[in-house]
């Protein structure tokens, strides 16, 4: 076994929980803006809704739905393999510091 840093596919900084955060977040902020998208549950519609409503820039609102769609998929692939969500926390860096960057955005406005 290595002793490599791992990385908590669901709660880790930059994960899963920040990114259903921030929708959650956003739906409540935004709720008057949002009208038709309130119907929707799913985090990808909910993000596509921001940005068509002019809450969120495109770049941050697709990235932040492929992080979702990435770190997800991941969870399930491991989730067959009967094994932990974690992952070596170098192979999602850069997803992570987008997250995280998004994440500071959002919050800090």
Request: charged share 30%; with cysteine; hydrophobic share 40%.
């Amino acid at each position: 076994g290595t002793n490599e840093e791992l990385f908590d596919l669901k709660q880790g900084a930059g994960g899963i929980a920040d990114i259903e955060f921030m929708v959650q977040y956003g739906v409540l902020r935004w709720a008057a803006k949002l009208r038709n998208y309130l119907q929707f549950t799913d985090n990808a519609r909910l993000l596509e809704g921001f940005i068509e409503c002019g809450l969120m820039g495109r770049p941050d609102g697709s990235r932040l739905a492929d992080a979702y769609r990435r770190l997800r998929e991941r969870v399930h692939a491991l989730a067959l393999e009967e094994r932990p969500a974690f992952a070596p926390a170098r192979e999602f860096e850069d997803l992570r510091s987008g997250i995280i960057e998004c994440w500071n955005g959002l919050m800090e406005r």
